[in-house]
């Protein structure tokens, strides 16, 4: 059906999705467009445009699924029941919806009753006091202010970090692969390699339109080897930087709170609050991302078409 026609995410269409993105404030970090692009192909992302907006279609093996669309807040539940119209009519299934945010649930439960809807922890988003990540000052921060110390102190005058642009593509790509073939976590799903790949795919495409993104990238480099890499996307209105990607050498003490604390501290000095993303139910990263003491979490939740 020419309605639904599908579109894959590309770079040339990125100030035509910005727009849409643009319609509601982010809550959730499926909520920027720089994070759509790093995750389509582990998604295998496509999207329709309607009357309202954009809806977003995902499979993972495990079938079909969808998430909040990218509407106005007064069009999220019109262009829900579109969505399950074309999920009952095209998809010939029932609507299913994940990592959706609040304001979605929110205009669902004011006109039915047709939906499950459950929350998922998985995927609930860290937001941070910016303020705290940039002075780790108190005693909730000691450990990591040790830690951050303790880098300073053991490679004095051997490290610097500084913003990186798309021309040090190639020696993050380095990086990267250094790091994805020292990583040790078990994952079921594979998430790794496809965050790599699509950190390197998005890279390599991301000069066409550097000047419309709100994004910096950072790095440490120690003995002149990059060996700590991050990526945030600041959003002016809400104050709060979305950080999509931070990687570092495990073997280095202190070089996470290191890029941490400097990345937030130059490149995002008035920022409010940093939205770390989630922590995809992986335990260690869970305790990683708890360690930094959000001040709350960003609730999503999977959505489901009632029998």
């Known amino acids: 059906m020419d309605k639904y026609k599908l579109h894959k995410i590309d770079i040339k269409d990125y100030k035509i999705l910005k727009k849409y993105f643009a319609l509601r404030p982010a809550r959730t970090c499926e909520s920027i467009v720089n994070n759509s692009f790093i995750w389509r192909d ?33 069009h999220i539940y019109d262009c829900v029941e579109d969505m399950r119209q074309y999920f009952n009519n095209v998809l010939d299934k029932k609507l299913i919806m994940c990592v959706t945010d609040y304001d979605t649930v929110e205009a669902i439960k004011a006109v039915t009753d047709i939906y499950d809807i459950r929350e998922d922890r998985r995927y609930f988003d860290y937001v941070y006091d910016a303020c705290k990540l940039r002075t ?39 990086f990267l692969d250094r790091w994805h073939s020292a990583r040790v976590i078990k994952d079921d799903y594979n998430r790794d390699d496809y965050e790599v790949a699509g950190i390197k795919r998005f890279l390599s495409e991301m000069n066409i339109v550097d000047d419309d993104m709100n994004m910096k ?40 709170a ?4 400097e990345f937030q501290s130059i490149c ?10 989630d922590d995809m139910g992986l335990e260690g990263l869970r305790q990683a991302k708890m360690s930094y003491n959000p001040i709350y979490m960003e609730k999503k939740y999977t959505i489901t078409e009632k029998k």
């Open 42 to 74: 582990y998604y295998n992302a496509r999207y329709y445009i309607n009357d309202y907006g954009i809806v977003f279609l995902y499979d993972v093996g495990e079938g079909m699924f969808t998430s909040s669309p990218l509407c106005r807040k007064e």
């Open 136 to 174: 780790l000052s108190g005693k909730a921060y000691h450990k990591k202010k040790n830690h951050y110390n303790s880098f300073l102190k053991a490679y004095d005058g051997r490290y610097e970090a500084k913003i990186l642009s798309s021309d040090d593509r190639e020696v993050i790509f380095d």
């Open 217 to 256: 990238m950072f790095g440490v480099y120690v003995d002149g080897v990059l060996e700590a890499f991050t990526i945030g996307t600041y959003l002016h209105d809400l104050r709060m930087v979305f950080v999509h990607v931070e990687k570092a050498n495990p073997d280095i003490r202190g070089l996470y």
């Open 258 to 261: 290191f890029i941490n604390r």
């Open 268 to 277: 995002f000095p008035l920022a409010a609050f940093v939205n770390r993303e």
